[in-house]
């Protein structure tokens, strides 16, 4: 895993006029002890999200630095940077998103990748609610990489992604949103021709504080989530995986949250199923 699944509010609510959000974040990755099972160690994260808009279009920035140690001391440690920006236009009752995913990493497993971004979407607004749906796509490349036998070719990879979210307005302190997404994966280059896998979430608004919970179930190789934020370039075979927020408005600026998530997967080169321990801490600034 390369880079971790974040689960980054990424200006859900209405903007009322052209604001910037910086959003810097950090964390964890906890890999266990079993040699067995992954050869990786710990992985550290840092990076930043921003954002700048107004009701009309979303302009959307993420850097992150990622260095991943291993059991063996003989390996060389990973070190990844990850460079996103994404461009989305909102009209009265549809918007589009279009935007690049680049990867530079010395993991010879992939190589250097890159993830083209596009999406389309409607909604429906019904009082106080909202409903969301649309049809997410990616297409992953890289130039220099290998398939499940360890074959050194490009790899090229197409991910379709509909989504449906409903919001809804409980009362004056209360509201909850759910999230279903599906996510089809066909390979052009892997010995397997195709994957599915699913995820759903739901947070809870109180007030200033809210939490939400996601799961994560099928298969997923060298996918693609959080609309395109997080990309895991490695031939690892994702199984199911769960992640808990939360997070409290200390003003109409400032959201701070943290979050811990496990994932479970067989690690490219192994056949036991490991799990990982994802913990992330992130603060949320509004202009």
Same mark, same amino acid.
């Given at each position: 895993?390369? #880079? =971790?699944?974040?689960?980054?509010?990424?200006?859900?609510?209405v903007?009322?006029?052209?604001?910037?959000?910086v959003?810097p974040?950090?964390? *964890? =990755?906890? !890999?266990?002890?079993?040699?067995?099972? $992954?050869?990786?160690? &710990?992985?550290?994260?840092?990076? +930043?999200?921003?954002?700048?808009?107004?009701?009309?279009?979303?302009?959307?920035?993420?850097?992150?630095?990622?260095? *991943?140690?291993?059991?063996?001391?003989?390996?060389?440690?990973?070190s990844?940077?990850?460079?996103?920006?994404?461009y989305?236009?909102?009209?009265?009752?549809?918007?589009? &998103?279009?935007?690049?995913?680049?990867?530079?990493? @010395?993991?010879?497993?992939?190589?250097?990748?890159?993830?083209?971004?596009?999406?389309?979407?409607?909604?429906?607004i019904? %009082?106080?609610?909202?409903?969301?749906?649309?049809?997410?796509?990616?297409? /992953?490349?890289?130039? #220099?990489?290998?398939?499940?036998? %360890?074959? &050194?070719? $490009? =790899?090229?990879?197409?991910?379709?992604?509909?989504?449906?979210?409903? !919001? #809804?307005?409980?009362?004056? @302190?209360?509201?909850?949103?759910?999230?279903?997404?599906?996510?089809?994966?066909?390979? &052009?280059?892997?010995?397997?021709?195709?994957s599915?896998?699913?995820?759903?979430?739901?947070?809870?608004?109180?007030? $200033?504080?809210?939490?939400?919970?996601?799961?994560?179930?099928?298969?997923?190789?060298?996918?693609? #989530?959080d609309?395109?934020? *997080? +990309?895991?370039?490695?031939?690892?075979?994702?199984?199911?995986?769960?992640?808990?927020?939360?997070?409290? *408005?200390? /003003?109409?600026?400032?959201?701070?949250?943290? /979050?811990y998530?496990?994932n479970?997967?067989?690690e490219? %080169?192994?056949?036991?199923?490991?799990t @990982?321990?994802?913990?992330?801490?992130?603060l949320?600034?509004?202009?």
């Amino acid at each position: 895993m390369k #880079k =971790i699944t974040l689960g980054i509010a990424l200006c859900a609510t209405v903007l009322l006029a052209d604001v910037a959000t910086v959003l810097p974040y950090g964390g *964890t =990755i906890d !890999y266990g002890n079993d040699a067995g099972k $992954s050869a990786k160690n &710990r992985a550290t994260l840092l990076g +930043v999200h921003a954002t700048v808009g107004d009701l009309n279009y979303l302009v959307e920035f993420d850097y992150a630095h990622i260095g *991943t140690t291993y059991k063996n001391s003989t390996i060389t440690d990973l070190s990844q940077n990850d460079i996103t920006l994404v461009y989305g236009k909102y009209y009265k009752n549809f918007m589009f &998103r279009v935007g690049a995913h680049y990867i530079s990493t @010395n993991d010879p497993q992939l190589d250097n990748g890159i993830v083209g971004i596009m999406s389309l979407g409607g909604y429906k607004i019904y %009082g106080y609610d909202k409903l969301s749906y649309g049809l997410e796509g990616y297409y /992953s490349y890289y130039n #220099k990489g290998q398939d499940e036998l %360890g074959n &050194r070719k $490009s =790899i090229g990879i197409i991910q379709l992604t509909p989504y449906v979210s409903f !919001y #809804k307005s409980i009362n004056a @302190n209360w509201g909850n949103t759910f999230v279903a997404k599906g996510n089809y994966q066909k390979y &052009r280059d892997y010995v397997d021709s195709s994957s599915n896998s699913y995820e759903v979430s739901d947070t809870i608004f109180y007030k $200033s504080l809210f939490t939400t919970l996601k799961y994560f179930g099928g298969e997923m190789r060298t996918g693609v #989530k959080d609309s395109g934020m *997080t +990309v895991f370039n490695t031939l690892d075979l994702y199984k199911s995986g769960y992640d808990f927020k939360v997070g409290y *408005t200390i /003003s109409p600026a400032l959201v701070v949250s943290v /979050s811990y998530g496990k994932n479970h997967y067989i690690e490219y %080169g192994f056949t036991d199923e490991n799990t @990982n321990s994802v913990a992330i801490a992130s603060l949320s600034y509004k202009f």
